[in-house]
């Protein structure tokens, strides 16, 4: 069974960089069947993408975030991890990550972690 | 940019069908997909490509898409069923996915 854990600081303050790692197991995040991503949710709020990245690396981002978002692999550790620049109040949010259930960035999210709530406060 | 418009709630009776409509322009022409999202939990996948549903999810969840409108029933609804329900579809115009803002689903 695929399991996807959230992890990094539940405190960021503003102006800093919020990092976060996901940690997938049950399953390769080197597969070529998978494409994987970052969801965010505001306390009491709706959902919204960040970005996915792809088996190979390849990148793509919610063009709302301005550029601050930068996703990566590491598949010795068979992790993703979010970085997201400049953050602000309005970045405080649950953070999701998630897997794409095939192999091309159109496909929808099947697999998701537990989120983590990230707060940005001075 | 693309927006998903969904009405932000719906009532209905235990046992009863309701419907949750999610409208876009030509909405008909993408592939919709349909997010379950429970109180303090992550959303769960409940259909996809507009009526496919993920293996584990009841018969009772169905979709479909036409024209400017796509629609998530839930037919001989239980307890259970009460959530936050959200469509998604992928914007090509500027390689993005998009979300609806969210129906709250109440079990009368």
């Known amino acids: 069974q695929l399991q996807l854990q959230e992890s990094g600081p539940g405190l960021v303050k503003p102006s800093e960089t919020l990092s976060l790692t996901c940690t997938v197991s049950?399953?390769?995040?080197?597969?070529?069947?998978?494409?994987w991503g970052w969801m965010r949710q505001p306390p009491g709020k709706g959902l919204e993408w960040i970005g996915s990245?792809?088996?190979?690396?390849?990148?793509y981002s919610n063009p709302s975030l301005k550029g601050r978002v930068t996703i990566s692999l590491d598949t010795s550790k068979n992790q993703f991890s979010l970085k997201l620049s400049s953050v602000t109040a309005a970045d405080t949010a649950v953070y999701y990550c998630?897997?794409?259930?095939?192999?091309?960035?159109?496909?929808?999210?099947?697999?998701w972690g537990q989120g983590t709530l990230v707060t940005v406060s001075s | 940019s693309y927006v998903l418009t969904q009405p932000p709630s719906v009532s209905v009776a235990p046992g009863q069908t309701t419907s949750i409509a999610c409208g876009g322009n030509?909405?008909?022409?993408?592939?919709v997909h349909w997010y379950q999202q429970k109180p303090g939990q992550a959303p769960v996948l409940v259909v996809y490509?507009?009526?496919d549903r993920p293996s584990g999810i009841p018969e009772r969840f169905s979709g479909s898409n036409s024209g400017n409108t796509a629609t998530l029933t839930i037919s001989r609804v239980e307890a259970g069923d009460e959530a936050d329900y959200y469509c998604?579809?992928?914007?090509?115009?500027?390689?993005?996915?998009?979300f609806g803002g969210g129906t709250k689903l109440t079990v009368l």
């Open positions: 998630a897997r794409q259930k095939s192999g091309s960035y159109y496909s929808p999210f099947d697999y």
């Open positions: 990245i792809s088996y190979s690396g390849s990148t």
């Open positions: 030509n909405i008909g022409s993408k592939s």
């Open positions: 049950g399953g390769s995040i080197s597969s070529s069947l998978y494409y």
């Open positions: 998604q579809v992928w914007d090509s115009s500027s390689d993005h996915w998009v």
């Open positions: 490509d507009d009526s």
